[in-house]
């Protein structure tokens, strides 16, 4: 399997939808010049094609050992990452003052996309040390700045978020670990935790835990969880009572070891308080939100991969003539059923890049202050981690069937982007979840004011539309689509029955990230026909562009109008069978 980075439409989706120029033009991120970023995303690149994407198949196939608490990685991951340290790539968007390059969040994001479509069982050790700078960052003391964030920044130590419990799962609320004061200052940690994402490997020469317990007078529920460091080896050198126990056999992410962490064996695991006592979530939230948009992103990198190697494939295989036209067998990219499967891959892809990247650049005008932009990037999160992700799962499985029964057969290489990304809907909350947090919190902060920016944009865009020579076709489509947004948004927060919202969350959110979908390639089917009406750009490129707009517009949005009635109809459907009857 081979994969090109394509940073052509990355910088394109850049430029014009996370706006990258405005970006650079704050004080935040005024390293991120074009001539910058592209420089970046082509070393990027390469670092993804010619490290990354070639152990893909290796991590797959040749499984991780665990032998006396020590996990072992397939050969060739050591070095890969070798590489990426020395590339300087963990500090691309922490800031300078942290020892980082100060880029936004969204060329991050365009690089992780990278990563994550050559390997992305690898790439969930770079984003999960990520999230954990983003918390040390913002919540942990200068002294423990300068000695676990540093190592962090520069890639030297890898960082791990540790919540869930063999008893609590989504309910983190319900966790048992403990950790009792030490006369040193420090804490002596006790419980498991299991689903560690990279818990324990041999690619960097420590790691830090960030890892949610209780203290001995904490209340119950979340208000009782307090956020402690918890590294593999101490200052001093000494190996920490910190052991894995257990490595999860799963359908896909093969390489990356999913572990079993027992804490305080022999009573001493030894942490480090981070912020307040009983702020323990929200320090933890801060990794949790990044690690939202690039879980987000991992639907959005494992459907280009999967698209480019169902191209590659269907460009090559030669089977039967087309339907109607008789004569020779043709290359199967020219059947009309090939074709919409690899076009609807591509819209799905692409509106789905463009919803990440600006969801990454809300984010990044949030830190510089702007609270329009934390307000969307609060409002998108959900959307990004849920619809990409499930978008991510479709496109893999869609293109899985160009290959026919080749597909079904492991050495294609197509069923373990399909296996790999069936984990991102379920974790960092699962999608049900997300929709959940959508309808019941992220619709009414601020008193709606997020959503309202947001229909009002799309409804600027339809009007646009509608006046424009080359581009009104798109209108009427995006016009159906966001009444049906409208109409929905309006009704979920008007109502306040819980049973509700919770029953319409999971339509609604997709008949979101469908509208948002169509209205962002909408946009930049505006920024391509102006440029080709300028003479600017690679004419090729832009038209494609338009023509995937346009695709997106009159075969997949359509669906967002047939979403609403699910979205009202309330919860009584989903009770009519009573649970006896449902299990009969």
Not at 171 to 177: F, P, R, S, W
Not at 275 to 301: C, D, K, S
Not at 348 to 353: D, G, N
Not at 500 to 514: C, E, F, N, Q, S
């Amino acid at each position: 399997m081979t994969y090109t980075a394509p940073t052509a439409e990355q910088r394109f989706v850049l430029d014009c939808i996370a706006d990258l120029p405005q970006l650079a033009s704050l004080p935040h991120y005024a390293n991120a010049t074009p001539d910058m970023v592209a420089a970046i995303l082509e070393e990027a690149a390469k670092l993804a094609q010619n490290e990354f994407a070639p152990l893909n198949r290796t991590g797959d196939t040749v499984p991780t050992r665990l032998e006396d608490g020590r996990v072992t990685l397939p050969p060739g991951f050591a070095a890969a990452y070798a590489k990426y340290v020395e590339g300087g790539w963990a500090g691309l968007g922490v800031a300078e003052a942290h020892g980082g390059q100060g880029l936004p969040f969204a060329v991050t994001v365009a690089v992780q996309e990278q990563l994550t479509s050559a390997n992305m069982a690898f790439a969930l050790c770079m984003m999960l040390s990520q999230g954990a700078i983003e918390a040390l960052a913002a919540h942990a003391s200068p002294e423990q700045q300068q000695h676990y964030l540093s190592k962090l920044v520069t890639g030297e130590w890898t960082g791990t978020m540790n919540l869930t419990e063999p008893q609590a799962g989504s309910d983190v609320g319900a966790l048992t670990t403990r950790a009792e004061p030490h006369a040193d200052g420090s804490y002596r940690l006790k419980g498991t935790k299991i689903y560690i994402t990279w818990g324990e490997h041999d690619v960097a020469e420590n790691i830090v835990h960030l890892v949610l317990a209780r203290l001995p007078d904490a209340p119950p529920g979340t208000k009782g969880i307090s956020l402690f460091i918890v590294p593999k080896f101490l200052a001093d050198g000494r190996r920490n009572d910190v052991k894995c126990v257990g490595l999860e056999h799963k359908l896909g992410i093969h390489a990356s070891p999913t572990c079993t962490m027992s804490f305080g064996d022999h009573d001493d695991c030894v942490g480090y308080l981070v912020g307040a006592e009983g702020a323990g979530m929200r320090a933890m939230f801060t990794m949790m939100n990044n690690a939202r948009v690039q879980v987000g992103l991992q639907g959005v990198a494992i459907a280009e991969a999967a698209m480019q190697h169902a191209l590659d494939y269907a460009q090559n295989r030669v089977q039967s003539a087309r339907f109607g036209h008789g004569g020779k067998p043709v290359r199967i990219i020219e059947h009309a059923d090939v074709r919409r499967t690899l076009m609807t891959a591509r819209a799905l892809t692409q509106a789905t890049r463009a919803l990440v990247y600006l969801n990454a650049a809300a984010v990044d005008r949030g830190h510089a202050g702007d609270s329009e932009g934390a307000g969307l990037a609060d409002l998108l999160t959900p959307i990004s981690k849920a619809f990409a992700t499930d978008c991510g799962v479709d496109v893999a499985n869609m293109t899985l069937q160009v290959f026919g029964g080749m597909g079904f057969v492991e050495e294609t290489g197509a069923a373990q982007f399909l296996r790999d990304a069936r984990i991102a809907p379920i974790y960092e909350g699962t999608n049900g979840i997300q929709a959940l947090d959508l309808v019941g919190r992220k619709l009414s902060m601020d008193g709606g004011q997020h959503w309202k920016l947001l229909l009002a944009d799309m409804r600027t865009t339809v009007q646009e539309l509608a006046a424009h020579s080359a581009l009104n076709g798109l209108a009427p489509w995006l016009e159906d689509a966001l009444a049906a947004a409208e109409t929905t948004t309006h009704w979920l927060a008007a109502t306040n029955d819980p049973d509700d919202k919770a029953a319409g969350a999971t339509p609604y959110l997709r008949l979101m990230g469908l509208t948002i979908g169509g209205w962002l390639l909408a946009r930049q089917a505006q920024t391509a026909q102006a440029m080709l009406s300028a003479g600017e750009g690679d004419p090729a490129f832009l038209e494609a562009k338009i023509a995937t707009a346009r695709f997106y517009a009159e075969q997949i949005l359509p669906q967002a109008g047939a979403l609403a009635p699910a979205v009202t109809r309330g919860p009584s459907p989903l009770y009519a069978i009573s649970d006896a009857t449902l299990a009969a």
